[in-house]
């Protein structure tokens, strides 16, 4: 016997099905706490003092079917309601009763469905195991949060519809819903009679379920490891190779090699003896490699293609002279170098040289504007391919030093558009491959370039350089402490062998979906407009700025009706001018966004800073967070001499 008790929460007799009337005479189960009439017993109560004891048929779960309760002993109740094979003993049951009748945080109805569960055995995690097949399990739910739920249904919504004013439902549960109401099924603010005439689907919202579910299924959990470099970089070949295949097909090579030196993708400066575990020499100058491909797996540059390296916010690392563009000037001991960008790569990238458009300091040039404004020096290889220069090699490359950009401008080129040009002047400590002298660079002038007189944008650094000539020590060193990388070495996953480096998180691939589709940015308070597209607030207020929802007309010295503005949306052709007048923030997908963005700053600060379990790893990155706590800390003089301390501890 396993009846179902009620658990009445709004005064409904139990047995006749209506509403309990105030002054009609009533009682109330002691075990479930649901209500009856004692007119709908067959056995009235002879006393007041019994109703207190009165237990209801379902709970009391007598075999007797005419039996309309009855005041049942705990041994009764016992014995008849759980049976000899219970998990509990009557003591057990008597003291679990009193402890739920005793517990202060629970109100009259949580106490009744505890009695409930515990008669019956049930309890509320068989919900929540069903619940878990039907939102795809713990990981979806994990990662998203209860925040996008439906919140008719209570599950992941199913082509899921976002309301104006925030809130997210299944397709068919809001149109169910919308058939007999015209306000939000979270009962806040009234719904556009078009949403209900027509309700569009959230695609942000379908895309980031399903990245979720995908990455379940392919194992891809919220933990996995970040992998900035090649995963098992000791099993790949020391020389890069082109397989027979790739040969007749004409494609490039078919792996890169083993990375040989152990500085990340963004290292500054030299590479030194200490970042070369293989000859202990470091990358010298007038080192020669056959191919870019070689030439990566020494650290001078680590782009296959690109000539330039670098972040747009955090500066250019190195370039390749290779005569990729008519304007560039090289004079050995300085150059003029262009940018990148100004050609339609539509076509053959190898054939298509022609400017077609106006270059921009943007990405990779934005990357060699930082790199001049804070000194940082940049190494740079020449190309045999440069055959305009008597300083280039004769076959492949060779790595020629250090330089730093000293000034930067635009002028129009002599294909006819604007380029972005640099002055690039060598400091270094060893000497040029073109001279035959003994010591290296010593700081010179700035030569005279002509072609500034008709440049526009010209500037100069005027901060001292990071990267700057010491008179005491007669050599090029670091003034300043150099960046810290943003992807700092690892030794690689042994359980991903065989994958491609830089795994993005789950994470980061669900934070994608949550762009604003005006500034392509993550969303910062979004808006959910009623036509499903999604947006920062400032910047669709930013869209319509200077316009009013109503505009005011004259004729004449009359004043006439008022006129509506039509407000469409910038993706399609919904009006949003009610919208705008009170635009409500999606708190639900903002929370998802904020919680998604913690944890991946989290997990990126224990990877940057080489944390483990809040504690600093010394053995496995000493460098790496003595420049950490140098550049965090204001006061690098100070903790010179602790931090030598450490690190040689």
Same mark, same amino acid.
């Given at each position: 016997?396993?009846?179902?008790?009620?658990?009445?929460?709004?005064?409904?007799?139990?047995?006749?099905?209506?509403?309990?009337?105030?002054?009609?005479?009533?009682?109330?189960?002691?075990?479930?706490?649901?209500?009856?009439?004692?007119?709908?017993?067959?056995?009235?109560?002879?006393?007041?003092?019994?109703?207190?004891?009165?237990?209801?048929?379902?709970?009391?779960?007598?075999?007797?079917?005419?039996?309309?309760?009855? =005041?049942?002993?705990?041994?009764?109740?016992?014995?008849?309601?759980?049976?000899?094979?219970?998990?509990?003993?009557?003591?057990?049951?008597?003291?679990?009763?009193?402890?739920?009748?005793?517990?202060?945080?629970?109100?009259?109805?949580?106490?009744?469905?505890?009695?409930?569960?515990?008669?019956?055995?049930?309890?509320?995690?068989?919900?929540?195991?069903?619940?878990?097949?039907?939102?795809?399990?713990?990981?979806?739910?994990?990662?998203? *949060?209860?925040?996008?739920?439906?919140?008719?249904?209570?599950?992941?919504?199913?082509?899921?519809?976002?309301?104006?004013?925030?809130?997210?439902?299944?397709?068919?549960?809001?149109?169910?819903?919308?058939?007999?109401?015209?306000?939000?099924?979270?009962?806040?603010?009234?719904?556009?009679?078009?949403?209900?005439?027509?309700?569009?689907?959230?695609?942000?919202?379908?895309?980031?379920?399903?990245?979720?579910?995908?990455?379940?299924?392919?194992?891809?959990?919220?933990?996995?490891?970040?992998?900035?470099?090649?995963?098992?970089?000791?099993?790949?070949?020391?020389?890069?190779?082109?397989?027979?295949?790739?040969?007749? @097909?004409?494609?490039?090579?078919?792996?890169?090699?083993?990375?040989?030196?152990?500085?990340?993708?963004?290292?500054?400066?030299?590479?030194?003896?200490?970042?070369?575990?293989?000859?202990?020499?470091?990358?010298? =100058?007038?080192?020669?490699?056959?191919?870019?491909?070689?030439?990566?797996?020494?650290?001078?540059?680590?782009?296959?293609?690109?000539?330039?390296?670098?972040?747009?916010?955090?500066?250019?690392?190195?370039?390749?002279?290779?005569?990729?563009?008519?304007?560039?000037?090289?004079?050995?001991?300085?150059?003029?170098?262009?940018?990148?960008?100004?050609?339609?790569? @539509?076509?053959?990238?190898?054939?298509?040289?022609?400017?077609?458009?106006?270059?921009?300091?943007?990405?990779?040039?934005?990357?060699?504007?930082?790199?001049?404004?804070?000194?940082?020096?940049?190494?740079? =290889?020449?190309?045999?391919?440069?055959?305009?220069?008597?300083?280039?090699?004769?076959?492949?490359?060779?790595?020629?030093?250090?330089?730093?950009?000293?000034?930067?401008?635009?002028?129009?080129?002599?294909?006819?558009?604007?380029?972005?040009?640099?002055?690039?002047?060598?400091?270094?400590?060893?000497?040029?491959?073109?001279?035959?002298?003994?010591?290296?660079?010593?700081?010179?002038?700035?030569?005279?370039?002509?072609?500034?007189?008709?440049?526009?944008? =010209?500037?100069?650094?005027?901060?001292?350089?990071?990267?700057?000539?010491?008179?005491?020590?007669?050599?090029?060193?670091?003034?300043?402490?150099?960046?810290?990388?943003?992807?700092?070495?690892?030794?690689?996953?042994? *359980?991903?062998?065989?994958?491609?480096?830089?795994?993005?998180?789950?994470?980061?691939?669900?934070?994608?979906?949550?762009?604003?589709?005006?500034?392509?940015?993550?969303?910062?308070?979004?808006?959910?407009?009623?036509?499903?597209?999604?947006?920062?607030?400032?910047?669709?207020?930013?869209?319509?700025?200077?316009?009013?929802?109503?505009?005011?007309?004259?004729?004449?010295?009359?004043?006439?009706?008022?006129?509506?503005?039509?407000?469409?949306?910038?993706?399609?052709?919904?009006?949003?001018?009610?919208?705008?007048?009170?635009?409500?923030?999606?708190?639900?997908?903002?929370?998802?966004?904020?919680?998604?963005?913690?944890?991946?700053?989290?997990?990126?600060?224990?990877?940057?800073? *080489?944390?483990?379990?809040?504690?600093?790893?010394?053995?496995?990155?000493?460098?790496?967070?003595?420049?950490?706590?140098?550049?965090?800390?204001?006061?690098?003089?100070?903790?010179? *001499?602790?931090?030598?301390?450490?690190?040689?501890?």
């Amino acid at each position: 016997m396993a009846q179902q008790l009620p658990c009445d929460g709004e005064g409904v007799c139990m047995s006749c099905k209506t509403k309990v009337v105030s002054g009609t005479e009533t009682i109330c189960c002691k075990t479930c706490g649901s209500s009856w009439h004692a007119s709908c017993l067959s056995k009235p109560i002879e006393s007041l003092v019994l109703t207190l004891e009165w237990v209801c048929p379902d709970c009391c779960c007598l075999n007797d079917d005419n039996n309309d309760g009855a =005041v049942v002993s705990n041994d009764i109740l016992l014995s008849s309601s759980i049976g000899e094979s219970s998990s509990h003993n009557k003591n057990d049951l008597i003291r679990l009763m009193r402890a739920i009748e005793a517990d202060s945080t629970l109100n009259d109805q949580q106490k009744a469905k505890k009695r409930q569960e515990l008669m019956t055995g049930k309890t509320s995690d068989d919900d929540d195991k069903k619940k878990k097949k039907t939102t795809g399990g713990n990981d979806v739910m994990d990662i998203l *949060g209860d925040n996008l739920i439906c919140l008719v249904c209570r599950e992941l919504p199913e082509r899921p519809v976002t309301t104006p004013c925030g809130h997210n439902f299944c397709l068919k549960c809001f149109e169910k819903w919308a058939q007999g109401n015209k306000i939000c099924p979270n009962r806040c603010r009234p719904l556009p009679q078009s949403m209900i005439n027509n309700p569009r689907i959230n695609s942000a919202l379908v895309v980031a379920i399903r990245t979720t579910k995908v990455a379940q299924k392919k194992g891809l959990r919220k933990n996995a490891e970040t992998v900035y470099e090649s995963v098992n970089n000791q099993n790949k070949p020391d020389k890069a190779y082109i397989t027979e295949r790739a040969k007749r @097909s004409g494609k490039a090579n078919a792996c890169s090699g083993k990375i040989f030196v152990t500085v990340p993708n963004d290292h500054f400066g030299p590479i030194l003896a200490e970042n070369d575990p293989e000859r202990n020499q470091g990358v010298l =100058v007038g080192e020669s490699w056959g191919d870019r491909f070689e030439c990566r797996q020494w650290g001078a540059h680590f782009p296959h293609v690109a000539g330039i390296a670098g972040q747009s916010k955090h500066g250019s690392q190195s370039i390749v002279l290779s005569g990729g563009y008519a304007d560039d000037e090289d004079h050995g001991e300085w150059f003029l170098y262009t940018g990148s960008g100004g050609r339609n790569l @539509s076509g053959n990238k190898r054939t298509n040289t022609d400017q077609s458009f106006d270059q921009e300091f943007k990405k990779l040039n934005e990357a060699l504007r930082v790199s001049c404004r804070k000194g940082y020096p940049v190494r740079v =290889v020449r190309s045999h391919k440069e055959k305009r220069s008597p300083y280039a090699p004769e076959t492949g490359l060779r790595y020629d030093g250090i330089y730093r950009i000293e000034k930067w401008w635009r002028k129009v080129g002599i294909q006819g558009f604007k380029m972005c040009r640099y002055l690039f002047v060598r400091c270094d400590n060893e000497p040029a491959p073109w001279t035959s002298d003994e010591h290296g660079d010593r700081p010179r002038s700035l030569p005279v370039i002509k072609e500034l007189n008709g440049a526009t944008n =010209v500037t100069d650094r005027t901060d001292s350089p990071s990267w700057d000539y010491d008179d005491e020590e007669s050599c090029w060193k670091w003034k300043k402490p150099p960046p810290s990388s943003k992807t700092p070495v690892q030794t690689g996953n042994p *359980g991903k062998e065989g994958k491609g480096a830089r795994n993005a998180s789950l994470r980061d691939k669900v934070l994608k979906e949550f762009k604003c589709q005006l500034c392509r940015q993550v969303m910062s308070d979004p808006l959910t407009t009623p036509c499903a597209h999604n947006y920062c607030k400032h910047c669709l207020e930013a869209f319509f700025v200077g316009q009013s929802s109503v505009r005011k007309r004259s004729y004449q010295g009359r004043t006439l009706r008022a006129q509506k503005t039509i407000m469409k949306c910038p993706l399609c052709t919904t009006d949003l001018s009610e919208f705008l007048e009170n635009p409500q923030v999606n708190r639900e997908l903002m929370e998802v966004i904020k919680n998604l963005q913690r944890e991946t700053e989290d997990e990126n600060d224990k990877d940057l800073n *080489g944390e483990t379990n809040g504690r600093i790893n010394w053995k496995t990155s000493p460098k790496l967070l003595k420049m950490t706590i140098l550049t965090r800390l204001k006061k690098p003089l100070k903790l010179r *001499g602790e931090l030598s301390r450490l690190t040689s501890a």
